[in-house]
């Protein structure tokens, strides 16, 4: 079972920066961040396979937000530069091991996200 804590959310005005993170109890295979705004269902923002070069960035994000990990921490980053007004949503950390791994089984589309640890969320809150 794997617990995670995540911090880092606020509020910045469009074109600002935040920095999210995310500690893992245990070391993951798969870890990432996903968010959810009021009215949408949940959007996969980026995933990696954990303490490799495997990452999935979602096409609303690529080029603005950019992960970091510490193997040694169990701790993931999501530095989140040029926010829009669009990025305003609950980011939810999450993780989780599958039993065998594949290319993509760390994608945002995976099944095995259906069954991940989930940390508390944090607000992020992009003004004009």
């Known amino acids: 079972q794997v617990q995670l804590v995540e911090s880092g959310g606020g509020s910045v005005q469009a074109g600002g920066s935040l920095r999210l993170s995310c500690a893992a109890s245990t070391y993951p295979s798969c870890m990432g961040w996903f968010r959810q705004a009021p009215g949408k269902g949940r959007e996969g923002v980026a995933t990696i396979y954990f303490g490799t070069r495997w990452t999935y960035y979602a096409g609303s994000v690529q080029g603005r937000f950019t992960m970091t990990q510490d193997n040694a921490k169990n701790t993931l980053y999501l530095q989140m530069n040029s926010l829009k007004v669009e990025d305003t949503a609950v980011y939810y950390c999450?993780?989780?091991?599958?039993?065998?791994?594949?290319?993509?089984?760390?994608?945002?589309?995976?099944?095995?996200?259906?069954?991940?640890?989930w940390g508390q969320g944090t607000q992020v809150t992009v003004s004009s």
């Open positions: 999450a993780a989780v091991r599958p039993p065998s791994m594949t290319s993509n089984s760390c994608a945002p589309t995976s099944p095995w996200w259906d069954s991940a640890y």
